[in-house]
């Protein structure tokens, strides 16, 4: 009897540990599932697409006048679409404003845009185009979406950081830099949540030594032909509510890569590497690969690599 006892005993205390080292083991795979999702990481490449096109147009604007990376063709007056008007042009402050319409104003690069942009210049008064070392411009925005999702900037800022003196002729020997402050928040479309973005970041012109491109301080940049280096760090808040860090390391863009030619305007980083990390979990490696131009990408987390397409 007491024997039987026991055996019910060992029986029922196998059967618990198995039940509950199996729950345990459920429970951990659980997480390991839930933390190789990708969405937090697509609200920082939002993030950060947005702020380097709203740069991106800053800098062609105090460039030229003119968006000639944005423009629908070769030759019309509104540049970024025809929808959209830029006022201002020969003052302190440039007004772009993509309209209010529901449809939205659809630029070359495929993005639907609409809402105001404002583009301030807070450089001394000698030094007035963006290519000029000392050069500072901040940006607002007033009620500007892209794509259905709102982009509130905060404060942003963009000064040139190259010495003082640059030669004036094409090819000085070093690369035009910049540094780019930025507090965004982003209302994402479809009720999916706000994200908020901090940055602190270093732009470079790495073929400031093309004379096609640069073409010394008498001339603007052709933005067409150039490309750029992005170094530096942000932080904020996801959609899900979760702090978040991220470094960018080299990433580069050139603007003569348009891998879909259905938006011969839309252009993705080809190299380098963003280090994601949401909360408390692992972080999240992209690397934009060896400069090939298209939107694949592979994303590595705790030793697995997946591959990925950017939008």
């Avoid at 104003?105 to 583009?119: A, E, F, N, Q, W």
């Amino acid at each position: 009897m007491k024997s039987t006892f026991f055996s019910k005993l060992f029986i029922f205390l196998l059967l618990f540990s198995f039940i509950t080292i199996s729950s345990c083991k459920k429970k951990e795979k659980e997480v390991i599932e839930e933390d190789t999702e990708q969405s937090t990481l697509e609200d920082n490449n939002l993030a950060e697409s947005s702020v380097n096109d709203i740069e991106s147009i800053g800098s062609q604007l105090s460039e030229n006048s003119t968006l000639t990376t944005y423009k629908t063709n070769g030759t019309d007056i509104l540049p970024i679409a025809p929808c959209a008007t830029v006022t201002g042009i020969g003052t302190k402050t440039i007004t772009v404003n993509f309209g209010s319409d529901s449809s939205g104003c659809i630029g070359l690069d495929g993005r639907t845009r609409k809402g105001k942009l404002i583009y301030t210049n807070n450089s001394p008064i000698n030094v007035l185009y963006y290519r000029n070392p000392g050069f500072s411009i901040s940006v607002y925005s007033d009620n500007y979406f892209v794509d259905g999702n709102k982009i509130n900037i905060n404060n942003k800022s963009v000064t040139n950081t190259t010495p003082n003196s640059l030669p004036v002729g094409t090819n000085p020997g070093i690369n035009l830099t910049w540094s780019i402050s930025a507090n965004v928040s982003i209302i994402k479309a479809n009720n999916a949540g706000t994200c908020s973005w901090i940055c602190n970041r270093t732009k470079e012109l790495i073929n400031t030594s093309d004379p096609l491109c640069y073409k010394g301080q008498t001339q603007a940049i052709d933005w067409n032909l150039a490309q750029i280096k992005i170094n530096g760090s942000t932080s904020g808040t996801n959609a899900k509510g979760e702090n978040f860090v991220s470094t960018a390391t080299d990433l580069i863009k050139d603007h003569t890569c348009h891998p879909d030619p259905s938006r011969p305007k839309r252009t993705p980083f080809i190299s380098g590497t963003l280090a994601y990390t949401p909360g408390t979990r692992a972080t999240r490696l992209i690397d934009f690969g060896n400069k090939t131009c298209d939107f694949n990408a592979t994303f590595t987390l705790k030793g697995q690599t997946y591959m990925i397409t950017l939008k």
